[in-house]
């Protein structure tokens, strides 16, 4: 357990700065393809995916933050600097934070509030 743990910390210390930036914000790489391999595999994927969806809090409240934090900026723009052009791109910025919240709350419930025979 020890070994393993030392090379996945090797691994994330080589890791490029453009890598680390997606794996703050995108969470895919958590989890494991539940459709290939054997009733076994699939069935461990599964639990694995289960126990990785503790993480998907994590992910949601990046994603509001800086959902919100995108809309100050937007409303910093338009009221003190008066450049409604430039506030928009700042809201528009914010306001796509919200399907990505919203997708990763379905990924959680759907991992979480479901119970099979797995």
């Known amino acids: 357990m020890q070994e393993r743990w030392c090379t996945e910390v090797a691994a994330v210390q080589k890791s490029s700065f453009c890598s680390l930036l997606y794996r703050y914000f995108f969470f895919g790489w958590l989890f494991k393809d539940v459709g290939s391999g054997d009733v076994f595999q699939r069935a461990a994927a599964v639990r694995y995916n289960r126990e990785q ?5 994590t992910y949601m409240m990046r994603w509001l ?3 919100l934090a995108f809309y100050a900026l ?3 723009t338009e009221l003190i600097l008066e450049a409604a052009t430039l506030s ?3 809201y528009a910025a914010g306001s796509l ?3 990505f919240n919203v997708a990763i709350a379905a990924a959680w419930i759907g991992l979480k509030g479901t ?4």
Request: hydrophobic content about 50%.
């Open 88 to 90: 928009t791109f700042f």
């Open 115 to 118: 119970h099979g025979p797995v």
């Open 65 to 67: 933050w800086w959902g």
């Open 74 to 76: 937007g409303g910093v």
């Open 53 to 57: 969806a503790r993480w998907l809090p």
């Open 97 to 99: 934070c919200v399907p």
